[in-house]
């Protein structure tokens, strides 16, 4: 009966040590993945802040934009006024 107790008490350790190892590599996988999962979420605080910037440039480009037609439309209504003028004083003058 010693015999056999004794070799219980083996196997019961040798049971205990792979179960030891076998948390150790679950510990060691759960760590990985906690690590992959930061370094996943700075990259996706880093590519919001990328398109933030890129949304703020498209909007000041069409900001520009418009502001640009509207000074090309003013700048057109002005040159057809003062050329009409010219026109109209040209004209009174010749008759004169």
Do not use: C, P, W
Request: net charge positive; hydrophobic share 35%; charged share 30%.
């Amino acid at each position: 009966m010693t015999k056999t107790l004794s070799q219980f008490e083996k196997n019961v350790g040798v049971s205990f040590s792979y179960v030891k190892k076998d948390i150790l590599s679950v510990n060691d996988s759960v760590s990985d993945l906690h690590d992959q999962m930061q370094h996943l979420s700075l990259n996706q605080a880093m590519l919001l802040e990328k398109l933030a910037k890129l949304e703020q440039r498209l909007t000041a480009k069409k900001s520009a934009r418009k502001a640009a037609k509207k000074v090309a439309k003013k700048s057109s209504k002005k040159t057809t006024k003062k050329q009409a003028k010219k026109i109209v004083k040209k004209e009174t003058i010749t008759y004169q």
